[in-house]
């Protein structure tokens, strides 16, 4: 069976073999019936996920949060920290560099 295309705006094509068996003609109105469409499911939490999010308001309803910007001054501190060379850490030349520095 043929399927119908859906294009930009919406508009659907109807198959050449399709249109000639129908004897459709441009401008005519054609009825659309849809047969065993599911929709689109959403999705449920688990008992667990609603314990957590329970618990999550339960500490903003106390204060107990940080702000977004707090958030990130955070992650920032600490990506900086790890991230941090020793004073006395000196680069290290890869064998190419090495090798390019000899030729020159």
Same mark, same amino acid.
């Given at each position: ?22 004897? *459709? ?40 949060? *940080? ?7 955070? *992650? ?29």
């Amino acid at each position: 069976m043929p399927t119908a295309k859906i294009e930009p705006n919406y508009k659907i094509s109807i198959p050449k073999e399709d249109r000639e068996v129908l004897h *459709l003609e441009i401008g005519q109105e054609v009825e659309v019936i849809f047969r065993n469409v599911k929709p689109p499911t959403t999705y449920t939490p688990t008992a667990s996920e609603l314990r957590a999010i329970q618990k999550g308001r339960e500490e903003i309803h106390r204060g107990e949060h *940080l702000t977004i910007d707090e958030l990130f001054q955070h *992650l920032d501190v600490e990506r900086n920290h790890t991230k941090a060379r020793t004073k006395n850490s000196k680069a290290h030349f890869t064998t190419r560099t090495r090798t390019a520095t000899r030729r020159a």
